[in-house]
């Protein structure tokens, strides 16, 4: 059995990730890192929390004292770092948290791994690793910065963020790739498009809007709404962060991405038609309404000042971990956002559970007309 260190594993992807691996495979055991901070929950995974197979620690992945504590205490096998601070908009407002948190912490992950993983050296000086670790990179496409109207993001695209969200997430991409230059460090890297799906925290575009449908608040759209993302159901990603992890070819990048590109604009609308649609067929969701059913329309749509620095267009090509591990997305978006908005629908109590702090005043100040 293997031992998995998973950073951020109370955060959106991470309890996702920890969800699946724990229903899919009985060779692992997890030891949850995340400082729960406003997007980690622990009541997301506080039921799969046991003495057995999944532990949790509080904590932070800069902390190294703490790290190296981890390492020697479970034996960790294979780190799967999630753990970041993901917000463009918060990092607009204070980018040295995530210079902090994404770089800083990444790096820290690593050099505990290399105190515990090398096994000697080779005969010419290289690090000789345990035959079974392994370190995994869970980045965006954000990195490559933005597309034109064609075109798909590849592993060997240039990297061009425009954002210090994505500057400090490529910058932690470019230290995972010096780390496995320099010290032949067993690494590898996904970087994917928008998910969605269960247990995202409401400021994110799919349940910020959501949420607001169900109160009847102005539904707030960046500029003039076309800006383009390619959206990837969170559980089709779950499975391949964890395929490159067992198959995966070490030095590696893996571009994963769903093939639903989606303007925000019809995001935005499609959930409107849908969730209305949901509560005509089953009345029996419109207890969770907060305003007459006659208002869930378009007319909630409120255009809101552009974002700074906003990009145009992602899409990504999953070309290569298709061909090298016969990963493709399984979810169509049809599909996946009637699932998503069910769950949403079914698990308010969630939703105010981690929304009860000062998420309230944040959304004011970020989102209101100006």
């Given amino acids: ?10 955060g959106f992807i991470g309890s996702n990730y920890v969800k699946y691996l724990l229903s899919s495979f009985d060779d692992v055991r997890l030891v949850v890192l995340d400082a729960l901070t406003y997007a980690g929950n622990l009541g997301t995974i506080s039921k799969d929390i046991d003495e057995k197979r999944c532990f949790f620690v509080k904590g932070d992945i800069c902390d190294a004292v703490l790290v190296d504590e981890l390492f020697k205490t479970y034996a960790i096998d294979v780190v799967v770092n999630f753990a970041a601070e993901s917000h463009v908009d918060r990092s607009i407002e204070n980018p040295r948290l995530f210079l902090e948190t994404n770089i800083m912490g990444t790096q820290n992950l690593m050099d505990v791994a ?24 869970v980045s965006t496409d954000e990195v490559y910065g933005s597309l034109g109207a064609e075109g798909f993001f590849t592993e060997t695209t240039p990297l061009d963020p425009r954002s210090p969200y994505s500057a400090s997430k490529t910058s932690a991409d470019l230290i995972v790739k010096a780390y496995i230059e320099t010290y032949h460090f067993p690494a590898t890297l996904t970087r994917c498009s928008n998910n969605y799906g269960p247990y995202h925290f409401p400021e994110k ?3 910020l809007i959501i949420r607001n449908i169900l109160s009847g608040k102005p539904l707030p759209v960046y500029g003039d709404g076309t800006n383009v993302r390619d959206w990837l159901y969170v559980e089709d990603h779950c499975k391949a962060i964890e395929l490159v992890v067992r198959k995966g070819r070490v030095g590696e990048v893996y571009n994963v991405g769903g093939h639903n590109e989606k303007q925000n604009i019809e995001i935005v609308r499609m959930t409107i038609d849908t969730v209305r649609q949901l509560m005509e067929e089953q009345p029996e969701y419109q207890s969770v309404l907060k305003t007459d059913l006659s208002n869930i329309s378009y007319d909630l749509i409120q255009y809101v000042r552009d974002r700074l ?16 591990l016969g990963w493709l997305p399984e979810t169509p978006f049809a599909e996946g956002i009637v699932k998503t908005i069910r769950w949403y629908l079914e698990h308010q109590d969630w939703v105010e559970e981690v929304t009860s702090g000062d998420y309230q005043k944040y959304y004011e100040q970020m989102y209101s007309k100006r």
């Fill in 114 to 137: 290399r105190r515990y993983w090398v096994t000697g050296k080779d005969a010419n000086g290289y690090p000789t690793w345990s035959p079974q670790v392994r370190y995994h990179q």
């Fill in 205 to 207: 575009l799919i349940p």
């Fill in 309 to 324: 620095g906003h990009d145009q267009r992602y899409a990504i090509d999953p070309a290569k971990i298709n061909s090298e």
């Fill in 1 to 10: 059995m293997k031992t998995y260190l998973v950073t951020g594993g109370a």
